[in-house]
């Protein structure tokens, strides 16, 4: 099996309750300099505008919450709960020493105003669109669909470029490509 390169560019994902902030950095970026730049999209215009709605607590500086990632393999198994486990990121070290890959999720712990790191939150987004409810049509509002839809399907007939064959095998020109090709084709070369 070949040995897997390591990627030149990291796509990580910074999640907390319904924000997810993407981050494109070096592999040699440490989680410092991560901690700075999720804190700068924490202070953007953009989230201090939506943060009240989504929940996210409101930061000032990077020391006011971590960064950590779900535990993996072995880590998770001695800690056998229904609850992932999470692990705090040293500050001093890379990407590259994590090992992480990219599209990597990591995820805000922030801290309560005594200090005290509170628990991960972070809302994962319906795979199913079995929360959005779909309104059945009347029938007089399927009748009026009907209606348009029938209108705009001949205004559409009239407008649609000629039919062609579909047989497979070389595709035959339209009629204004032919006539393009044809007057090239008879126009005098220019020899240098």
């Known amino acids: 099996m070949p040995i897997r390169s390591l990627p030149k560019v990291h796509y990580l994902l910074v999640r907390t309750?319904?924000?997810?902030?993407?981050?494109?950095?070096?592999?040699?970026?440490?989680?410092?300099?991560?901690?700075?730049?999720?804190?700068?999209?924490?202070?953007?215009?953009v989230n201090t505008e939506h943060a009240e709605m989504d929940g996210t607590p409101?930061?000032?500086?990077?020391?006011?919450?971590?960064?950590?990632?779900?535990k993996r393999g072995k880590e998770r198994e001695r800690?056998?709960?229904?609850?992932?486990m999470h692990e705090?990121?040293?500050k001093r070290r890379s990407l590259l020493d994590y090992g992480f890959t990219s599209w990597e999720t990591l995820f805000f712990q922030f801290?309560?105003?005594?200090?005290e790191l509170q628990p991960v939150t972070a809302i994962l987004p319906?795979?199913?669109?079995?929360?959005?409810?779909?309104?059945p049509l009347s029938a007089d509002a399927m009748?009026?669909?009907?209606?348009?839809?029938?209108?705009?399907?001949?205004?559409?007939?009239?407008?649609?470029p000629p039919a062609y064959s579909t047989k497979k095998g070389k595709r035959k020109a339209s009629p204004d490509e032919y006539?393009?090709?044809t007057k090239r084709a008879h126009q005098p070369s220019v020899e240098i």
Not at 61 to 67: I, S
Not at 143 to 155: K, Y
């Open 17 to 45: 309750h319904k924000l997810t902030i993407f981050l494109t950095l070096s592999p040699k970026t440490t989680i410092a300099q991560v901690k700075e730049e999720a804190l700068s999209a924490l202070l953007s215009d």
């Open 143 to 160: 009748s009026e669909d009907v209606e348009v839809q029938s209108a705009s399907t001949d205004t559409m007939l009239k407008d649609a």
């Open 126 to 135: 319906s795979v199913d669109d079995e929360d959005v409810e779909v309104q």
């Open 58 to 70: 409101k930061v000032s500086t990077a020391d006011d919450f971590e960064l950590c990632r779900v």
């Open 88 to 90: 705090i990121l040293d």
């Open 179 to 181: 006539e393009q090709t």
């Open 79 to 84: 800690h056998a709960s229904l609850e992932p």
């Open 111 to 115: 801290k309560s105003e005594d200090g």
